[in-house]
């Protein structure tokens, strides 16, 4: 069946996705997606690698965008060349997990990155279902403190999964607690490995933020801020000549 734009117009004036349409549901990462969580994160790894006596800049840190926390940790000590043991690695772990928290336990729902909280009320209003879809074990407790939560049909996040991107599991799961097959998803991603993951996992990409750092991406966009759903259907469902 062929979606011309007025179809899909009518979709959503009627306030419901019908069921073959193209798209059918939103699955996001968090940071640096919702919330501008990604420099507390760049903190806490700083402050570690300085107590190993390792430089750790900006770049280093775009680096991990998308990694499990087991893997930014093994990244980190590649940068000083040291080799721990699995207990070592562990508590190192556990303390930068401690530094982070400590930085959002404070966070409110006015870091909410600009335009998202309109365009998740917009999407749920057309009838499409939401998941999150995150690396980051804190995930959950931050969409609920930032007053996310209840516009999120299904949250699946480090704690959910075994395999980090650009392994798909974590939107594979989304997508199934949302019963909507892969091809029918859209996924939002701000790291090149979470778009690989999408990508993989056979559902639409979106990149969020320079096309130049997301080459892979089906279509980018700067943030949510006046993004309509009409322009995210209209850039991936128009044929490819």
């Known amino acids: 069946m062929a979606w011309s734009h007025t179809i899909w117009n009518m979709c959503f004036q009627k306030s419901k996705v019908m069921s073959d349409a193209p798209i059918q549901a939103l699955i996001f990462d968090m940071d640096g997606v919702l919330l501008d ?3 507390h994160h760049f903190v806490a790894w700083q402050r570690l690698a300085e107590e190993l006596g ?3 800049s900006v770049q280093d840190n775009e680096k991990l965008k998308g990694l499990s926390r087991v893997e930014s ?3 980190i000590l ?3 060349a040291l080799t721990l043991n699995n207990d070592k690695k562990l508590q190192l772990m ?3 997990n401690r530094w982070y928290v400590e930085l959002i336990v404070d966070m409110q729902p006015e870091e909410v990155l600009p335009g998202v909280r309109a365009f998740l009320q917009t999407a749920r209003e057309a009838g499409l279902r939401i998941a999150l879809g995150s690396s980051s074990r804190n995930a959950g407790a931050i969409l609920t403190r930032c007053e996310l939560a209840p516009l999120f049909d299904a949250a699946i996040d480090g704690n959910h999964v075994t395999h980090s991107k650009p392994d798909p599991e ?6 199934a607690a949302l019963n909507v097959d892969p091809s029918r998803c859209v996924v939002f991603e701000d790291a090149q490995a979470g778009i690989q993951a999408a990508l993989a996992g056979g559902f639409f990409a979106v990149g969020v933020g320079l096309p130049e750092n997301l080459p892979r991406a089906q279509f980018v966009i700067p943030g949510f801020e006046g993004l309509s759903l009409e322009t995210i259907f209209e850039a991936l469902t128009r044929p490819t000549t």
């Open 78 to 80: 590649t940068l000083g």
């Open 73 to 75: 940790l093994e990244r």
């Open 37 to 39: 969580t990604a420099h």
């Open 170 to 175: 974590v939107f594979l799961k989304g997508a």
């Open 54 to 56: 390792i430089d750790f």
């Open 94 to 96: 556990e303390r930068k």
